[in-house]
């Protein structure tokens, strides 16, 4: 079992940054891929962004230019640090992870708010 603790969410005005952080305890074998995913109230949970042990990215669209995800490998950590928000970021943000060899994200953290006033 792999557990995730995210920390770092908060309300901010758009515009500004806000940097999101994942530590991942237990079996971190299963932590190849870490990211981030988010649900907006009344939506479906979307994927924002992920990062390999290797060093691969992958983003959704609408945040590529102002997020960037990163990770320590020995420390278990992964960061999203989320620049020129707008008020259709907010949402309650997950952090989640898979093995090398999953298909899926087999772990998910608690989730924290991320609120961007307008």
């Known amino acids: 079992q792999v557990q995730l603790q995210e920390s770092g969410g908060g309300l901010v005005q758009a515009g500004v940054s806000l940097r999101l952080s994942c530590a991942a305890s237990?079996?971190?074998?299963?932590?190849?891929?870490m990211g981030w995913f988010r649900q907006a109230p009344g939506k479906e949970r979307e994927f924002v962004a992920y990062?390999?042990?290797?060093?691969?990215?992958s983003y959704t669209n609408s945040v590529k230019g102002r997020f960037t995800i990163s990770r320590d490998n020995a420390k278990n950590t992964v960061d999203l640090q989320m620049n020129s928000l707008k008020p259709e970021d907010t949402a309650v943000y997950y952090c989640?992870?898979?093995?090398?060899?999953?298909?899926?994200?087999?772990?998910w953290g608690q989730g924290t708010q991320v609120t961007v006033s307008s």
């Open positions: 237990g079996r971190t074998s299963s932590t190849y891929a």
């Open positions: 989640a992870a898979r093995g090398r060899y999953s298909n899926t994200f087999d772990y």
């Open positions: 990062m390999t042990r290797d060093g691969y990215t």
